[in-house]
């Protein structure tokens, strides 16, 4: 029923480079290419109606916006606020500097691969400078706009409630980053004033096409790295013998969305975990342990014995050691695989005051 997700690689055995990332976030040049006209000449111009329709389409699938443009920064944010297309950009790298430096810092500020940016831009000679410091992003002419949506770099696999609204998301991360970079003190005491809440539920209808979606793009917070399909999670949601649990997060700056998933298989005397996974989006917020603290007790009061697989990568580690740190111990090795087991006779593990863990049905 499962598979095994593979490594990524940015290769094919046959030494032929593999297909470029979907495209993540598609920045944009300013003037004269989602206007016609020169914001700091005076001009109050119009964004292009292909243009806008693009934005939205590119919106509507996950794909996020930025800007890197030349030009006065206020003077360009006043602007797209006054179009009301300010809230669509996720990023507004705007000033003097080389383009293709803004480039750069967009991929920094998202946390995402610069190979899955793509750069639009009116200017023959911007783009060839972009191109030449970053090969890996696609370049595209402003009159190239209306047919981007069209091309496969712009059409994502999955297309979610949650895709759909994952410029919000970043948003909101990007508030959290600017509040952690002013924090003085321990990294714990910041953790504190997030007033952090994990829901746990079942996994409905509505939530499988997220959780395969995690399946798949998920592979440092994953302790198997089993993928799922639709049909497959839709049979496990509904056994007797199986239980699909979802987590989202929220905190002060809004929600990060649904951001981690637990199969676990029930027997007479265990509850076996065949796969726990996280987005990387809240390595850095004690989401790990506070959901396996949960999965443990939840285990415990059904009179099972909290059992854990886990199936080591190269980028996973980190999984086992949050399995190890909530009282599990290795048990079984069995070729790739290790089976850990909490220990019945010690006490569970209490909640995290940093994340409070709601259960809803």
């Not at 997220?210 to 399909?229: F, S």
């Not at 004690?286 to 007790?297: D, E, M, Q, T």
């Not at 080591?312 to 111990?329: A, Y």
Request: with cysteine.
């Amino acid at each position: 029923m499962t598979r095994e997700a593979p490594t990524p690689d940015t290769s094919t055995r046959t030494g032929v480079p593999a297909p470029a990332p979907t495209v993540k976030c598609l920045v944009w040049d300013l003037d004269d290419t989602i206007w016609n006209g020169t914001v700091l000449e005076g001009d109050a111009p119009q964004p292009f109606p292909e243009v806008l329709a693009t934005l939205h389409a590119l919106d509507e699938r996950g794909i996020l916006h930025a800007a890197a443009s030349r030009g006065d920064h206020a003077t360009a944010t006043a602007h797209l606020k006054a179009l009301g297309i300010e809230e669509l950009f996720t990023v507004l790298e705007i000033g003097w500097g080389a383009k293709s430096d803004a480039v750069r810092r967009v991929a920094e500020a998202l946390n995402i691969g610069i190979d899955t940016l793509a750069f639009i831009d009116n200017d023959a000679v911007e783009r060839a400078e972009v191109a030449a410091a970053h090969p890996a992003v696609r370049v595209h002419a402003a009159a190239q706009a209306a047919e981007l949506p069209e091309l496969a770099a712009f059409q994502p696999p999955f297309v979610t409630d949650e895709s759909r609204g994952r410029r919000h998301l970043y948003r909101g991360e990007l508030r959290r980053k600017r509040a952690q970079d002013t924090h003085t003190g321990p990294a714990k005491d910041f953790l504190a004033t997030l007033d952090l809440v994990l829901t746990v539920r079942r996994a409905t209808e509505r939530d499988l096409e997220r959780a395969h979606e995690l399946t798949v793009r998920t592979h440092q917070l994953n302790t198997t790295g089993r993928t799922y399909d639709m049909a497959e999670l839709r049979e496990l949601s509904c056994s007797p013998s199986h239980q699909v649990l979802v987590a989202s997060l929220e905190d002060r700056f809004g929600s990060y969305g649904t951001i981690g998933l637990a199969l676990t298989e029930l027997t007479d005397t265990n509850s076996v975990l065949k796969l726990l996974l996280l987005s990387c989006r809240v390595m850095s917020r004690g989401v790990g342990p506070a959901l396996i603290g949960h999965i443990v007790r939840d285990a415990l009061a059904g009179g099972r014995r909290p059992v854990a697989e886990f199936v080591p990568t190269e980028v996973n580690r980190v999984m086992l050691v949050n399995l190890r740190f909530s009282g599990f111990d290795v048990i079984e090795h069995s070729g790739e695989r290790i089976l850990l087991g909490f220990d019945t006779e010690q006490a569970p593990p209490a909640q995290d005051s940093a994340v409070r863990v709601v259960t809803t049905a």
